[in-house]
């Protein structure tokens, strides 16, 4: 069973920054997908930035490119998401995913229903 450890989350001015990490410990898989989903309140759970494996390639939603970066630690089995430029509708419970397998070609990045390992959310608010 995969587990995730996630931190980093906080308070945060507009235009400030905050770095989360989320730590994956029992997947053996070598194809998966790691990310973030966020949720605000009285809205759905919407995809943020993921890393797969098997291509080494970043996803991320339009509305974060740009000041969002993922990066992801092999050594660590730790995904990491510096958002950058904050803004207050970056506000979210904002919980760590992963999908394993991932089957790249086939699997939609930016759907929960391919992420049956999540780890607990850590809230962002960014104050205007």
């Known amino acids: 069973e995969v587990q995730l450890q996630a931190s980093g989350g906080g308070l945060v001015q507009a235009g400030g920054s905050l770095r989360l990490s989320c730590a994956a410990s029992?997947?053996?898989?070598?194809?998966?997908?790691i990310g973030w989903f966020r949720q605000a309140p009285r809205k759905e759970r919407e995809a943020v930035s993921f890393?797969?494996?098997?291509?080494?390639?970043?996803y991320y939603a339009n509305s974060v490119k740009g000041r969002f970066t993922i990066s992801y630690d092999n050594a660590k089995n730790t995904v990491y998401l510096q958002m950058n430029s904050l803004k207050p509708d970056d506000t979210a419970v904002y919980y760590c995913?992963?999908?394993?397998?991932?089957?790249?070609?086939?699997?939609?990045?930016?759907?929960?229903?391919?992420?049956?390992?999540w780890g607990q959310g850590t809230q962002v608010t960014v104050s205007s």
């Open positions: 995913a992963v999908s394993v397998p991932f089957l790249l070609g086939y699997y939609d990045i930016a759907n929960v229903r391919y992420y049956d390992n």
């Open positions: 890393y797969t494996s098997g291509d080494d390639n970043t």
């Open positions: 029992g997947h053996t898989f070598d194809d998966f997908a």
